[in-house]
């Protein structure tokens, strides 16, 4: 089946490689520095940060729905390698499936190619996605009396939250560097041809 850009598939060799990469990046680090920084600080940002900078830099790179999704999904397989216990990063999975379709509803090119809105938009997604990670580690996967200690499922959320406004920035400001230097995914894409 030829598709519109006369690819024969909807992802490419470069885009599942980017995409594969930064899932591997998300996994890898949360699987070993999040449970660290969660035992120092008690604080969960660290996986937010690391995620959603992961999420925004492929979905930056791959512009497709379905990207955020498979770096969500592969990272959660990554995850439970290293810790099969963590069930808690289901709430992870479904939080890049949120941000992938909000991000292909408001659109991959007014996203990543105006820049103050497109910034803004990214920074509010990556936001809420994680504040509805932490809603669902909340319900599902931490302790009432836990919870509590946290101000309840709803200052767990707003710890997520946190953690997503870093992440937001992080990779926002990633993104929006490689495109002020003239990097960009076409650009890539030539350089790769050559």
Not at 97 to 124: P, Q, Y
Not at 127 to 134: E, I, K, Y
Not at 147 to 156: A, E, F, N, S
């Amino acid at each position: 089946m030829l598709l519109e850009d006369g690819s024969t598939t909807y992802f490419g060799t470069r885009d599942l490689a980017a995409i594969t990469i930064f899932a591997a990046l998300w996994g890898v680090l949360n699987a070993t520095i999040s449970p660290i920084f969660f035992q120092v600080f008690h604080l969960p940002f660290w996986c937010d940060l690391v995620g959603f900078a992961a999420i925004i830099l492929a979905a930056w790179y791959v512009r497709k729905i379905g990207a955020a999704t498979l770096v969500g999904v592969i990272a959660t397989i990554i995850n439970f390698v290293f810790r099969p216990e963590a069930y808690h990063f289901f709430g992870f999975t479904a939080a890049s499936i949120l941000f992938d379709v909000l991000t292909s509803f408001i659109g991959h090119t007014r996203v990543f190619e105006k820049r103050l809105l497109g910034s803004l938009s990214l920074f509010a997604i990556s936001v809420f996605s994680a504040a509805v990670a932490g809603l669902i580690i909340g319900a599902f996967f931490l302790v009432p009396a836990m919870l509590q200690t946290w101000g309840g499922i709803l200052g767990w959320a707003g710890l997520h939250a946190i953690g997503g406004a870093i992440g937001g920035i992080v990779g926002v400001s990633l993104t929006n560097a490689l495109t002020s230097r003239g990097i960009t995914p076409k650009t890539v894409e030539l350089v790769k041809r050559d």
